[in-house]
């Protein structure tokens, strides 16, 4: 069976300001849905990145008394650093203003369109949002103030570069409903669907080099006019495939993730959903390059019910990189994955992080880890045959499936217990949850699914108390005994599962859990804090303490069968090419 070819993006963000947490969420989201195509055997490729290009890190610059270059350089080095922060595993990370693929690729594109005869030179006036890097029409202002930033736009004549959006209504609008550009949730779809039907309308797509304070990319053939920032940036979906080079043969980055790829899916967050939904498939069309597949559209978190942006700064309590390096990343990941609704913004607190991490983690998943592999140790010395795999399951990261996986399980595995069906029925449901949930982009319905294995199995616990069974044996009850060996033989089996399915929401629990529940060896090892409760202080001040706790519980050296392959956050060696 060939592999479904799927390429997934995130959107880059200006660094004029360090990286919130709102900007975490699509990039979690986005690591999600790569590792678990990667599990599920597709061949994926994970990009994100920095754009460096806009007039807003030119201001910021000029604020801080530095120049672009060094802010810009700065910044885009924090936002790169999330990878290790949280956990990440994209494949590439473009930056706009120093990668030497990106220009070229940009210059191209702009080419293209120009030979489409889509390209023109007027003359305009119009309100500019240098937050949004947009113009507004007045009916398209909150009071007159822009919608997304609550800040008066200015009003800007200049002559510019304008793309004649205006004759591509029809078709966008025929990729839309057709299904072929899909965009989730259907609320957004809708939203673009009217902006469309009232009409669209030519758009400026340069800026003069003195407005651009002379950063960015030259309009080719126009030394007096710079690309427009989102012209610019947009490129990068591309521009990252090698797009400006001259040859596309068959191991070319292009042909192979864009022009042949199965699926081309852009996450963005619902404030820049019309540059992503209706300029850049316009753009594309005009040059004669396929659309994406499918758009899917986050809404924002807010911090005490307002919206988190770079330029108000960001908070002790919003700083994604300072947020996991006090909890660590499962905690934030898990809040990201856990709470915030597939509709509808959420608004996040430290406090709101804590309790999800403290109920979940701590008190669910690590409480039933700890019972089950002391029970292990005291009752068997660490020695247990854990139950069959369920089909369609498996206790390998690297496998879906154990049907794939080897070693094969051993011969005399005990049977199920007949009274672990509610438990059993939860281990099958769950990859079947997690891939239609991950296809609805519901990351709260996908780990529901995986933690209803959770749920049951300390159901199990409460209600077969092992405990009980062990001490009956020691009494010399030996159906006490044979009863306690499935028991157990089926929580092992629920904690490998669990391992294998928790994976791709969080990658470095999973590995630990994996580990604590690996009897390749003969024997599960001893038995370790899987995810110390963090305590409920006030932050900051919990800062100490939680380092402390989960620094007391490392990932575990990898084993052969425990690490899946290209999970790690290494880039890969084809990530250019």
Request: charged share 20%.
């Amino acid at each position: 069976m060939t592999a479904t070819r799927v390429y997934l993006s995130t959107t880059i963000p200006y660094v004029n300001g360090r990286p919130h947490i709102g900007f975490a969420l699509e990039l979690v989201q986005a690591d999600v849905l790569a590792r678990h195509h990667r599990r599920i055997g597709d061949d994926v490729r994970l990009q994100s990145g920095t754009d460096d290009n806009s007039l807003k890190n030119v201001l910021a610059a000029e604020t801080e008394g530095i120049s672009t270059r060094e802010l810009v350089h700065r910044n885009a080095n924090t936002f790169a650093a999330l990878r290790e922060h949280l956990s990440l595993s994209f494949d590439d990370f473009i930056r706009t203003g120093s990668d030497p693929r990106h220009r070229p690729g940009v210059e191209r594109l702009w080419r293209a369109c120009e030979a489409s005869g889509d390209l023109y030179r007027k003359t305009y006036a119009g309100l500019y949002c240098v937050g949004c890097e947009q113009f507004y029409t007045p009916s398209e202002l909150t009071e007159g103030t822009c919608p997304e930033h609550g800040t008066r736009p200015q009003l800007v004549a200049e002559e510019n570069w304008f793309f004649r959006l205006s004759g591509y209504a029809d078709r966008l609008r025929d990729e839309i409903i057709s299904g072929r550009l899909r965009i989730e949730p259907a609320g957004r779809r809708n939203e673009v669907l009217g902006f469309i039907a009232g009409g669209l309308e030519d758009f400026s797509v340069s800026r003069s080099v003195a407005r651009a304070r002379g950063w960015g990319i030259p309009v080719p053939g126009d030394p007096t006019q710079v690309i427009y920032v989102w012209w610019d940036a947009l490129g990068n979906y591309i521009t990252a495939l090698n797009y400006g080079s001259g040859t596309r043969g068959a191991g070319h980055a292009y042909r192979r993730w864009w022009a042949e790829a199965d699926r081309r899916v852009h996450l963005v967050g619902k404030g820049v959903l019309r540059f992503h939904a209706v300029y850049w498939p316009a753009i594309l069309l005009s040059a004669g390059e396929p659309l994406p597949t499918e758009i899917l559209v986050h809404d924002y978190l807010t911090v005490g019910g307002d919206r988190i942006s770079k330029s108000a700064g960001t908070g002790a309590g919003n700083d994604p990189a300072e947020l996991a390096g006090t909890f660590g990343p499962d905690a934030l990941r898990w809040w990201l994955l856990r709470d915030v609704p597939r509709v509808g913004d959420a608004d996040f607190t430290v406090d709101r992080l804590i309790a999800r991490a403290n109920e979940d983690l701590a008190n669910g998943l690590g409480n039933l880890v700890s019972r089950v592999v002391t029970l292990v140790h005291s009752a068997r010395g660490g020695v247990i045959r854990p139950c069959p795999c369920p089909a369609g399951t498996s206790r390998w990261l690297g496998s879906p499936s154990d049907s794939t996986a080897a070693p094969p399980w051993p011969q005399g595995a005990p049977a199920w217990p007949q009274d672990s069906a509610a438990l059993l029925a939860a281990i099958e449901r769950a990859p079947g949850i997690v891939r239609a949930a991950l296809a609805d982009f519901d990351f709260r319905a996908a780990t529901a699914g995986v933690w209803a294995i959770v749920e049951q199995a300390n159901r199990y616990v409460d209600a077969t108390q092992p405990w009980h069974l062990a001490r009956a044996e020691r009494a010399g009850d030996q159906a006490a005994g044979e009863r306690l060996d499935g028991v157990l033989g089926a929580l092992v089996t629920a904690c490998q599962v669990l391992a294998a399915e928790i994976w791709p929401f969080l990658p470095d629990l999973a590995a630990r859990l994996a580990a604590a529940c690996n009897d390749s060896a003969g024997a599960l090892p001893a038995p370790r804090p899987l995810f110390p409760r963090i305590e409920a202080r006030q932050y900051p001040a919990t800062a100490p303490v939680a380092i402390a706790k989960v620094a007391a519980s490392p990932p575990p050296k990898r084993a052969d069968r425990t690490a899946l392959s290209g999970a790690g956050t290494a880039a890969r060696p084809d990530a250019a090419g």
